[in-house]
């Protein structure tokens, strides 16, 4: 059985093999060291507040951890077919396409999809430049840009980026619903909600590196913002 819907075929039919060094480049929009990157400068430099990057910063440890758990738990493998072949390419482009385009593991869902997703509609969300419009339009634009790279490169089927993003936004949505309810600041109630969704993908991977890492993560996280936030009001 596939998950698949002729995508990969289409792209294949479509696409000249260049394009699969800009994807590989796009895609790195959702790779974990340009998102860490991000989110630690915007909150050195309290742009738009420490809470509001806090808040995406927790949000996507949670997401991290639950798209984790999930390929683990389903073991849903990625596709087996490189739509487009950048062997005919000049070396130093061919290097920088096999640096960039490739990835290991499971497939459901898109982890690209579902961090990119969280980080940058979750900055939407906060951010107060420009139009709440345009800044979800920008978001909504990098996140096309990153699923659809991630389906170009052979990396994932249609549905598993379209399950990253459903997934993405019911656990900012649910945070968001979290914090309400409990009188939580969003950064407090993102990190609480981090920490067990990290012990679930700590049991599902049987307590892998990666995993260990994550829970910290979201740990350290909860805790040092509380000392943070206690010290910030007192």
Not at 46 to 65: K, N
Not at 113 to 136: F, H
Request: aromatic share 8%; net charge neutral; glycine share 10%.
């Amino acid at each position: 059985m596939t998950r698949g819907v002729g995508e990969h075929a289409l792209v294949n039919e479509l696409l000249p093999d260049w394009l699969a060094v800009v994807f590989g480049v796009l895609t790195q929009l959702g790779d974990i060291w340009l998102l860490s990157i991000l989110l630690a400068t915007l909150f050195v430099l309290g742009i738009p507040s420490r809470t509001d990057v806090a808040f995406v910063g927790g949000a996507w440890l949670a997401g991290l951890s639950a798209y984790r758990g999930l390929k683990e738990l389903l073991a849903w493998p990625r596709p087996t077919a490189t739509p487009l072949d950048p062997g005919s390419l000049p070396g130093v482009v061919e290097t920088v396409y096999e640096l960039t385009a490739f990835s290991a593991g499971y497939g459901f869902p898109s982890g690209h999809a579902t961090s990119t997703t969280v980080v940058y509609v979750g900055l939407a969300s906060v951010l107060t430049v420009s139009s709440a419009r345009r800044r979800y339009a920008v978001a909504g634009a990098i996140v096309g840009v990153v699923c659809l790279a991630r389906i170009v490169l052979g990396l994932h089927y249609v549905v598993d980026v379209v399950a990253g993003v459903a997934l993405a936004l019911s656990l900012l949505l649910g945070i968001r619903m979290l914090a309400g309810r409990r009188s939580l600041d969003r950064a407090t109630a993102a990190f609480a909600v981090a920490v067990p969704i990290g012990v679930c993908y700590l049991l599902t991977s049987a307590a892998e590196p990666k995993a260990v890492l994550v829970l910290a993560a979201s740990v350290a996280g909860l805790l040092g913002w509380r000392l943070y936030d206690e010290a910030a009001s007192a």
